[in-house]
């Protein structure tokens, strides 16, 4: 246990530290670097899912068919691969879709419907079918308690670690855990929306014991606070998928209503969350920099969230973030350019702390030497003060180098 | 003249092209290169002017002034400097503003009314008025009809070179002259709204007689289908204003109805305004390529352009044709981002007259060799067919390279 926090502790795991799921990796032909591709994750009993997806308007057929096996009560499976979306290919998509997931449930003795698909990679290509299938017996028979990390690493693509987060917490004398993982260092601006919804893949598992109905309600607020408030460079993905697996073997007495359980399940799965989705923005693209946007004072929530994201999707304030220069006038040109009403002479912005913008204007006793010191540090902080109401939101992105452009520039070919 | 257009014919030329317009630039203290950062722009007799303004909730002072200004029934002179945005400084800004405003008009012998302000450059840092009040008497001495290139030298700040447009149509027997000149290279998304409303700067001259309302209504239109739809970084900035003066000295019949005199005025002032905007792009920060996207078959035009600007706002596009790697998917996923509804299998997309997505899945009869070459090219053009109506926008836009990223890291210091 490393650190204590609220009334959760942080552990160090996985997808598969909470009890009776397990995992497994394996290359099954679909990425050219031979990198691990296909992966499998398993829940020894019955398991309520809930689910988050791209709100893209093309959405790739892992997700049509996820969307589908979601209607079935139970869940006891999930297969994902990298290195291909499965998105823009006809319907030769769907029916590759389905055919993992068949196969994997005559692997696995469960019903194709309980089990669910995940893909991230390429759009417009279609999978090795072939050689995927033929994967799948192996990636089933080595399914191990200890295999989370190997999932973690199966299904990234550009990213440059693997992402793991865990909380061990108490719910009605029992110990129950949350882990989860999540890939994605392009593509990201996530919209997800709760049942009807990066290329960010995210995947939290969970022994508590939660109707679907809660577990639907804290994964769409945890997201509102996570996954939906991180930008990499503002472009969304039509694969963007989240999912959260509850398998109840805690055997805690079921959490059905909201009440201090709810509560203490919720703190949990938003730190999880929270954790993941910034190591997202941390190994963002070329990232060498951690930016965080926080807008306070403003008059609503949305409205808040809505000026925050727009900073951080600034290519503007990610460059001079990225060349130390502490130009403050690129953020309030972001907020402004939100389309959310507000009063600029009441406006107050600070870097790292530092005030710099005072009453819509430049605070004259910011010293150029403090600022460009806190400029210079890994972790950027930037607050923007609205005083215009109780609205606050926290948005997550990195900085805008070079790198990014060279990773980008040749990625398909 | 150049080559010949609809019923206007291109001409060499600027702001000062048409009658009665007299201009100048020097360099009054503002910029550290010692470049020209001061202009004037005179009309020997009354105009009419139509502006368009940012619709960033944080505004230049110098806007706040103009806008005033504009309540006067004509308009003789506008003063622009570049190198100071003259936004987020308190109250000293507008009093600034005004200073240079009441000098010119001095210097001239009209009303302070009747002089507009426009501004570019660093946020948030006061403008070094004393320098620029002391260069006005000697800006407004050398006023000359053969200057129009030198002031759109002056208004430039990241801009690697001028831009000017001119076209001369006939009205009722009449030769009528439209120039104009145009800055901006970063901070460009404009969204501008006229009577309202980069830093896009763009200053439209011509000796048409024109009513004030038929202007506006010009303005708005051309607006919409030149600088509205350019993006170089998708950043929005404070300082955005067009400005359009019309001062009569061709002695048409004054335009004062909608008809052939007006249509024809109006295709003359969209050639000027589209080359300018698309002369911006070009001379994007760090462009080395061009990207025209054009969407056609959308349910209405506003569907079709909130997609076009979507897609040129994708830096994932950006990258991959800075990378010359004909990486489709990302178009699609930008496509299918924007909040508009529409039937992703159903969608062609084109790159370079080369379809490669039919009926929203990838078209395999592609050539990936030719794809490739189409992709090296200097422009790229992007055609979306939504095929369910006929709404059509065409935005611009510039690739992403290394370049920006340098340019953009130490700009203000």
Redesign the interface.
């Known amino acids: 246990m490393k650190r204590t926090h609220q009334k959760f502790s942080v552990v160090r795991g996985g997808v598969t530290t909470a009890k009776g799921f397990l995992a497994n990796a394996l290359y099954s032909g679909i990425k050219k670097s031979g990198r691990k591709d296909l992966a499998l994750l398993y829940s020894v009993s019955p398991a309520v899912a809930s689910a988050a997806f791209t709100?893209?308007?093309?959405?790739s057929s892992s997700i049509e068919l996820t969307r589908e096996h979601l209607r079935s009560k139970t869940t006891r499976a999930l297969i994902v691969n990298s290195g291909n979306?499965n998105?823009?290919?006809?319907?030769t998509?769907y029916g590759d879709a389905r055919l993992m997931a068949r196969l994997a449930a005559r692997e696995l003795g469960i019903e194709p419907v309980e089990v669910l698909v995940a893909s991230t990679g390429?759009?417009?290509?279609?999978m090795p079918i072939d050689s995927v299938s033929k994967a799948i017996p192996e990636l089933a028979r080595g399914l191990d308690r200890g295999k989370g990390g190997v999932f973690a690493e199966a299904i990234l693509t550009t990213d440059t670690r693997k992402r793991e987060s865990c909380v061990r917490l108490e719910i009605g004398g029992k110990e129950v855990t949350i882990g989860g993982t999540a890939k994605g260092a392009?593509?990201i601006?996530p919209?997800l929306k709760t049942e009807n919804h990066a290329t960010l893949l995210s995947f939290i598992t969970t022994d508590a014991d939660i109707s679907k109905g809660l577990l639907d309600e804290a994964l769409e607020e945890a997201i509102g606070q996570s996954f939906n408030m991180i930008s990499v460079?503002?472009?969304?993905?039509?694969n963007d998928t989240v999912l959260a697996f509850a398998n109840g073997l805690a055997g805690n007495e079921r959490i059905s209503g909201k009440g201090s359980d709810f509560e203490n399940f919720k703190a949990g799965l938003d730190y999880v969350m929270g954790e993941l989705a910034r190591m997202v923005v941390r190994d963002g693209e070329g990232a060498t920099k951690f930016i965080e946007v926080k807008v306070k004072g403003a008059r609503s929530m949305a409205d808040a969230r809505r000026i925050a994201r727009k900073v951080t999707?600034?290519?503007?304030l990610k460059?001079?973030v990225?060349?130390?220069?502490?130009?403050?006038?690129?953020i309030?040109?972001?907020?402004?350019?939100?389309?959310?009403?507000?009063r600029?002479e009441k406006?107050d912005v600070y870097l790292g702390g530092i005030k710099?913008?005072s009453?819509?204007?430049?605070f004259e006793k910011a010293a150029a030497k403090r600022l460009?010191d806190v400029f210079m540090k890994k972790d950027v902080a930037i607050t923007v003060d609205l005083k215009s109401g109780r609205g606050e939101a926290i948005a997550w992105t990195c900085d805008?180098?070079?790198e990014?452009?060279?990773i980008?520039?040749?990625?398909?070919?």
């Open positions: 709100t893209n308007a093309f959405v979306a998105c823009a290919v006809g319907r998509g390429v759009i417009g290509k279609r392009g593509m601006y919209e460079d503002g472009d969304m993905s039509t999707t600034s290519n503007l460059t001079c990225h060349g130390g220069d502490p130009n403050w006038g690129r309030i040109a972001s907020a402004g350019s939100s389309a959310v009403a507000f600029p406006v710099v913008v009453a819509g204007a430049r460009k805008l180098s070079k990014y452009v060279n980008n520039a040749e990625y398909s070919t």
